[in-house]
């Protein structure tokens, strides 16, 4: 018995998104573009969120006695100490692994290939995910990147 993908709307969402990325990025040079941009993406957001909370936490003796005095709703804003020092570690393990996924990619982009294996990449993508729904907003798209005042691609 063939197995069914999972239609549940999480699934269906990340089969979207992933046939999305191969229609957009069709190419080998397009898709390491893509990783890498989301990978230092990443590293910025939750490098920058850890060195806040960090922070936070380095000058929280003083404003631990002020939330206390102002009661219940001041402990559902702020985390506890506990819960903050959790997301730190977690945190910095995440910058950790990210780190090394960085390493590894460069080795992956360091890659090059000639154009005839990018147009089998295309012709790939175009069969991997189709673009049924959009066939018309494309030829659109194609008109308007005709027209003079606007910049192709
Ligand atoms: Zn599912």
Not at 96 to 110: G, P, T
Not at 115 to 126: I, S, Y
Not at 127 to 137: I, S, T, W
Not at 139 to 147: D, M
Request: aromatic content about 4%; proline content about 7%; hydrophobic content about 35%.
């Amino acid at each position: 018995m063939p197995e069914e993908p999972c239609q549940c709307p999480d699934c269906q969402r990340f089969y979207r998104e992933h046939d999305r990325l191969i229609r957009e990025n069709p190419t080998l040079r397009q898709q390491q573009e893509l990783s890498w941009a989301a990978l230092q993406s990443f590293r910025t957001l939750a490098g920058r969120v850890l060195e806040e909370l960090q922070k936070t936490q380095g000058d929280h003796e003083a404003p631990a006695a002020a939330s206390a005095a102002a009661g219940a709703s001041a402990a559902t804003e702020a985390p506890d100490q506990d819960s903050l020092q959790q997301a730190v570690s977690d945190l910095e393990n995440i910058n950790a692994h990210l780190f090394s996924i960085e390493a590894l990619m460069e080795r992956i982009f360091d890659v090059r290939v000639p154009e005839p294996v990018e147009q089998k990449f295309r012709e790939l993508a175009g069969e991997l995910a189709p673009d049924h729904l959009n066939a018309d907003r494309l030829r659109l798209n194609r008109l308007l990147h005709q027209t003079q005042d606007l910049p192709d691609r």
